[in-house]
């Protein structure tokens, strides 16, 4: 993914633009779930905004609602016929005292309670459809890598010869057979590490030795931003070829070594490619502790310098159906949200550290690092957000969408809907706890 966007300067700007932009999509797409979910129930908008405080653009369009962009990019709301508020809290009474009964039926407090409920579940339904819609977008157009063993594309590495090529399927790495990629991955993690390993391969019908790199080699196959490497300056793409002088060949001692510096810093000796054969540059950097989750649930303190492995070549892609791609988009999406409800579950009960929470400096240095890095991580980043905004507004948090549904699902059960003192009450108490959480939130982005 190396559609650069624009030439990389970040600093502050680029961080906000970034941002700016990620959470302006996001908005949008939620407040337009509201929107048109509502219009669909008969329930008329006033205004629809993106952003808050004085307006720099409006219209007016024919169903009566007005469209605007406000000065403060940090949100925005659709205010219903009939609301007191743009937080849909209580009703204008004024306004709605004037009202035929045709008119009430119109408005938020009039209409019925289906209709309220799927025009309020239908912000955080939006956010979800859009995170599956990008992630089957790329399997779809993108495709996905093929089970089979085949090499798709060799990627950049210093110094080796090319005996592999694209097209040839991997039958036996170091002598042992594999059929996927994963076996080809536990090889390397059982295998001695080397400069050059034994393959076979099929090509053009025969079977054919070659000497190639080790499968997994000690290279960048991506940088989280805002870890460890990702501050020094190392991307993607780079190999580490020594760590405090001493040459290594697999991402595995680069793992082992790292997790047994328990925090000491580390000379790396690395090759960039580029051309002319690519630079080697020198960084030294610390590894930090993180909270990493485990496979089998849960999670595990681990030192990291914020750099993931993968295979020494591309491997081949499969194309995938518009069926499989959806398939694909919900299960990307539902991964988001399953891990982003147990690290909150494992942060609350204090098993794993509240650093793991970042707030809006954070979340925003974050995409001004993956928009520096291509459109397509850029896009890729909207869709993970999306997701957890969706997730974080079914919460049952008064002033979130959960709350009103809370609210609703009471009215349900009681007949009625519960009396507008205490929503207002209750407003007040989740407008405290976000804000709480916000500045918790906010604090650790500077003293993590």
């Not at 508020?85 to 009202?99: L, Q, R, W």
Request: aromatic share 10%; with cysteine; charged share 20%.
């Amino acid at each position: 993914m190396d559609a650069t966007l624009i030439p990389q300067f970040g600093g502050f700007l680029w961080t906000v633009l970034a941002f700016v932009a990620a959470l302006s999509i996001i908005v949008a797409i939620h407040e337009y779930g509201h929107y048109i979910v509502g219009r669909w129930c008969g329930i008329k908008a006033d205004v629809f905004s993106i952003g808050f405080g004085p307006i720099l653009w409006s219209r007016d369009d024919r169903h009566g609602t007005r469209w605007q962009v406000a000065a403060l990019p940090l949100g925005g709301y659709v205010k219903f016929r009939g609301d007191g508020n743009a937080a849909s809290v209580g009703e204008d009474n004024e306004a709605t005292a004037k009202m035929t009964a045709e008119e009430l039926s119109q408005t938020m407090t009039g209409a019925s309670l289906w209709r309220r409920s799927a025009t309020v579940a239908a912000g955080p339904a939006f956010n979800f459809i859009l995170s599956i819609l990008i992630f089957g977008a790329f399997a779809l157009f993108l495709g996905r890598a093929a089970d089979a063993p085949v090499i798709g594309e060799l990627r950049p590495l210093p110094e080796t010869v090319v005996t592999l090529q694209p097209g040839d399927e991997v039958v036996s790495v170091a002598g042992t057979d594999v059929s996927d990629l994963a076996e080809i991955a536990e090889v390397a993690e059982d295998v001695p590490p080397a400069p050059t390993i034994r393959y076979e391969v099929i090509r053009d019908g025969e079977t054919v030795r070659v000497d190639a790199a080790f499968p997994l080699p000690a290279r960048a196959d991506s940088v989280m931003p805002r870890g460890a490497a990702w501050d020094i300056g190392m991307r993607p793409d780079d190999v580490i070829l020594a760590v405090d002088d001493a040459p290594i060949y697999s991402f595995r001692e680069l793992r082992e070594i790292v997790e047994a510096t328990e925090g000491r810093p580390l000379v790396l000796d690395v090759w960039r490619p580029g051309p002319e054969g690519g630079e080697e540059l020198t960084f030294t950097l610390t590894p930090r502790a993180q909270d990493l989750p485990r496979s089998e649930g849960g999670f595990e303190r681990r030192w990291i310098i914020g750099i993931n492995g993968g295979l020494f070549f591309e491997p081949a892609t499969e194309e995938t159906g518009l069926f499989g791609a959806l398939a694909h988009g919900v299960d990307r999406t539902f991964y988001i949200i399953q891990s982003s409800l147990s690290a909150l579950g494992h942060i609350v009960t204090g098993a794993i550290s509240t650093c793991n929470l970042s707030g809006p400096v954070g979340i925003a240095k974050t995409a001004g690092a993956v928009a520096s890095t291509g459109i397509l991580d850029f896009v890729s980043f909207i869709a993970v957000l999306s997701a957890a905004v969706g997730m974080l507004n079914l919460f049952p948090i008064p002033v979130l969408d959960g709350g009103h549904l809370v609210f609703h699902a009471y009215e349900a059960v009681r007949g009625r809907p519960p009396s507008d003192e205490w929503v207002r009450a209750l407003m007040v108490v989740g407008v405290a706890l976000m804000l709480t959480l916000m500045v918790f939130a906010t604090w650790n982005d500077f003293v993590c």
